[in-house]
């Protein structure tokens, strides 16, 4: 046999440790691969979850300064007034020398009316 011929026939075989190796490096990568396809999937999930929350949040952030200024629009002192006036109520603003203010005594425990 020439040598040639001899190289030839073990060249195009593959040794069974080396065939094992590349199943092995080929399911190590096929694992990995999916592995990373499923903590990303993960993580876009729970992204998307972080932002439902952040818009539900906006929006209860939202109603509730709606309801403040709603609130603070009914409670305004010129506004009821307004309404007052407006529904004919009988009603009327009370003048200062009309308001009567009660102070506790020091030493006793009673109150006194002043005008």
Same mark, same amino acid.
């Given at each position: 046999m020439s040598p040639s011929i001899k190289t030839s026939r073990y060249a195009n075989q593959v040794s069974l440790s080396f065939l094992g190796w590349m199943v092995a490096f080929a399911t190590m990568v096929s694992a990995g691969g999916i592995t990373y396809a499923l903590y990303k999937n993960d993580q876009v999930a729970v992204r998307t979850e972080i932002n439902n929350l952040n818009r539900k949040i906006a929006v209860c952030v939202m109603n509730t300064n709606q309801h403040r200024a709603k609130a603070n629009s009914q409670?305004? @002192?010129?506004?009821?007034?307004? @309404?007052?006036?407006?529904d004919r109520s009988t009603l009327r603003d009370i003048n200062r020398n009309q308001i009567e203010l009660a102070r506790r005594l020091q030493d006793s425990g009673l109150a006194v009316i002043h005008h």
């Open positions: 409670t305004n @002192r010129w506004a009821m007034r307004d @309404r007052l006036s407006q």
